[in-house]
C-alpha cells in the first residue's frame, strides 16, 4: 500500500469513522510523508465508458455509455487494474471545526 498522492509508503492507519461507508473493511491512513489521508482498499467509482467519453468528448456523464463493447469481467479487470495501482478516482477530505470558530479578533 502506498500514498495515493506522493507513492510513499510510510503510511499509518487512523482512527476515523467514516461518514456514508459503512463498509468495516474500508480503513482510514495518513501517508506520513506529505498528510494525506486515503482509503484503503482505494475506491474506482467510475468505469472506462466514463474515461472514453472524457478523452473522446471533454465532458462527464459517459458511465455505462460503451457497456455495450465491453464485457463485465473487462469492466471489472480495468477498475482492478486502476485500484491495485493505487490510481483509482475516489478522494476525500477531513474537515475539522476548529475550536475557535465564532471568536473574533477585533
Ligand atoms: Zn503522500
Known amino acids: 500500500m502506498k500514498c495515493t498522492l506522493c507513492d510513499n509508503q510510510n503510511i499509518e492507519l487512523i482512527d476515523a469513522k467514516i461518514r456514508s461507508i459503512d463498509s468495516k473493511d474500508m480503513k482510514v491512513y495518513k501517508c506520513m510523508n506529505c498528510g494525506v489521508h486515503f482509503l484503503y482498499p482505494y475506491i474506482q467509482r467510475y468505469d472506462i ?3 472514453i467519453q472524457w478523452l473522446k468528448n ?6 455505462g455509455m460503451y457497456n455495450h463493447l465491453f464485457t463485465s469481467n473487462f469492466k471489472i479487470s480495468y477498475e482492478n487494474m486502476l485500484i491495485e495501482q493505487g490510481k483509482s478516482d475516489t478522494v476525500f477530505a477531513i474537515c475539522k471545526i476548529s475550536d475557535k470558530v465564532g471568536e473574533r479578533n477585533d
Do not use: A
Open 58 to 63: 471533454k465532458v462527464p456523464g459517459g458511465q
Open 49 to 51: 465508458s466514463n474515461h
